[in-house]
């Protein structure tokens, strides 16, 4: 038996792969170079989002991908898919590869990111308050927008001036202009970001037929209604809930309807229109998985097909070949390798005394920190990194400061985002006597 890498999938995680004066890994325009740095990130033997994720085929199609002789493997910081294949050899002396089982053009391989390790959301950039319980949703296929290879999530959503946005929740101002929200108690600022694009909330699609919608917590709903429109734009349900005092969710139960579900070989995208009281109004697109598959231990669902619409994305050559090839001179041309960059949560460095004492602020750069009391907090959020990032000082030197660990609690104060540092007096942290 034969097997070969059908494609590659890798997790780019902010976390993990920055550097010290806070360089990262989405600022490395070409794509080789991205997988050296991912090398030498391995060679280090330091963790990755695989130590976080587990990948793997659903239950519900595991003989289904057995029976095509297909097999989900680990990777540093994501997977492969390999396929049994038969060898041939091109005039040219190329030495090419065919599925042993042809892939059908219809045949999604559908591989779920499984949460072994919960801490990967206290570090990872997400809303905290969301609508509903939607997990991500990727693919080689232009599911709700176009992709750009070899970006698998969808395109930032441009600034919308009459949204709330979360700290760190990302926006579009233009072309390759893409910036993180924060709030420094004097108004919206927003924080820069080298990159083509992330991972993003337009990306979390994926839903059960019955779930909670939550509403925000001062939107003082008395009466909503909720539609859901199909993929041809027809309405098949509508559910209006009224009640005389304030709700805050409503339980949505689509499950009586003929929904297409994603393990169907289909990628139905959903519209979900809702208006309530008081002028609110969302329209969500949402993708359904069959009723008895469970999401609650999941961060993702991944799947892809051997032939879409843009063909950088496709798995196969139009002879229906692998794309990994050994070239007449012994090279090889390497499988597709798609990519999810994402970002890190974004929050105020508070240290505190694991004593309660307080500083002595004269041996603290101000320029970069505010003295509150018994605290010190970073004038700026930052993303969390696994390796230790250094403060840039007005004068262009750095500054070490511990960061945070990756289960460290996150606080939100006033729409602001903290994560508490607890240091013991020391040097570097000394306290007034």
């Known amino acids: 038996m034969i097997y070969k890498t059908l494609f590659h999938v890798k997790l780019l995680h902010e976390y993990f792969l920055s550097e010290q004066k806070g360089e990262t890994i989405f600022a490395i325009p070409a794509q080789s170079d991205r997988m050296d740095f991912l090398m030498n990130k391995m060679a280090l033997d330091q963790p990755s989002v695989s130590n976080f994720l587990r ?197 949505l139960d689509f499950s009586g309807l003929d929904l297409a579900t994603i393990l169907n070989n289909e990628t139905p995208v959903y519209t979900l229109n809702i208006n309530a009281s008081g002028g609110y109004s969302e329209s969500l697109n949402l993708v359904f998985v069959p009723g008895s598959m469970d999401l609650s231990e999941h961060w993702a669902l991944m799947q892809f097909k051997a032939s879409v619409a843009n063909p950088a994305f496709d798995l196969l050559d139009a002879s229906g070949r692998l794309i990994r090839r050994k070239n007449p001179d012994g090279s090889w041309v390497e499988a597709p390798i798609f990519e999810l960059p994402i970002t890190s949560r974004l929050t105020y460095w508070r240290y505190i005394n694991d004593r309660k004492q307080k500083f002595n602020n004269a041996d603290f750069p101000s320029d970069f920190l505010d003295f509150s009391d018994r605290a010190l907090v970073s004038k700026a959020p930052r993303p969390s990194t696994y390796p230790a990032t250094l403060f ?32 013991p007096k020391s040097k570097l942290f000394p306290v007034v006597p």
Do not use: M
Request: include cysteine.
């Open 55 to 251: 990948f793997e085929f659903p239950e519900e199609q595991t003989a289904l991908y057995r029976d095509q002789h297909i097999r989900v493997l680990p990777t540093y910081s994501g997977y492969k898919v390999a396929v049994e294949v038969n060898a041939s050899r091109l005039p040219d002396n190329t030495v090419v590869y065919t599925p042993k089982i042809p892939l059908k053009d219809d045949l999604n391989i559908s591989i779920l990111a499984r949460l072994v390790n919960p801490g990967f959301n206290a570090f990872t950039n997400t809303r905290i308050g969301r609508s509903t319980p939607a997990i991500y949703y990727f693919s080689n296929e232009n599911v709700s927008a176009a992709k750009t290879f070899p970006q698998c999530c969808n395109p930032v959503a441009a600034f919308d001036a009459g949204k709330i946005y979360e700290q760190g929740e990302l926006a579009s101002f233009g072309a390759s202009d893409i910036r993180a929200f924060y709030s420094d108690g004097g108004g919206p600022q927003w924080r820069a970001i080298s990159g083509a694009g992330f991972v993003n909330e337009a990306d979390r699609l994926l839903v059960s037929p019955r779930f909670w919608y939550s509403f925000p917590p001062d939107a003082n709903i008395t009466e909503a209604e909720f539609e859901l429109v199909d993929f041809n734009a027809v309405s098949l349900k509508t559910i209006t809930v009224q009640n005389t005092t304030p709700f805050y969710r409503s339980f």
């Open 392 to 423: 840039k000082k007005a004068d262009n030197t750095w500054h070490y400061l511990p960061n945070p660990l990756p289960d460290e609690l996150v606080r939100i104060e006033k729409q602001q985002l903290f994560t508490d540092i607890i240091v």
